[in-house]
């Protein structure tokens, strides 16, 4: 099985979400099967049903979180010196050759991906066009209305 990576905030940000759902959402989840419960015939009783599919969602993500942290790679950005090649966990400024314009954005993990945020999964066609480039060189992003030329500006090895 190959592992995912991620951030140590997307780790962070997992075990959150988990720990929510167990001393949270599962507690509420079984407070309401036992309330439905107590309204007799369980056939025709769609607060139970509504329960205990709740029940069912909450308990697959809890098992798929818990399966992705422990088998994941955590990258820890902060601890890597300095550098101008970019890597998992680097903030990358980058100028669009044609307009000048200048974008920004981070190599997460899949889970992280945010483009709203600036975060992109290592695993789209932008980072895989920056990934092991360095300041100054040009990168070809394959986009659906053709081939965009980056020049990679900054590379920043921060979290956050």
């Known amino acids: 099985m190959q592992k995912d990576v991620m951030t140590v905030e997307g780790e962070a ?17 079984i407070e309401s099967i036992a309330t439905a419960r107590e309204h007799g015939d369980l056939k025709e009783n769609a607060e139970y049903h509504a329960a205990r599919e709740q029940q069912s969602f909450a308990e697959g993500r809890i098992q798929a979180i818990e399966s992705k942290l422990s088998h994941s790679q955590v990258v820890d950005i902060s601890k890597i010196p300095q550098g101008d090649r970019v890597i998992f966990g680097s903030t990358v400024t980058m100028i669009n050759m044609d307009t000048d314009a200048k974008v920004t954005y981070r190599i997460v993990g899949d889970d992280e991906a945010s483009v709203p945020e600036g975060k992109i999964s ?5 980072a895989r066009a920056m990934i092991s480039k360095e300041i100054g060189d040009v990168v070809v992003v394959k986009a659906p209305s053709g081939d965009v030329e980056y020049e990679i500006d900054d590379v920043v090895y921060v979290t956050k």
């Open 13 to 29: 940000a997992l075990r959150t979400e988990l720990d929510h759902l167990i001393k949270v959402v599962r507690p509420g989840i």
């Open 122 to 126: 290592y695993q789209s066609p932008i």
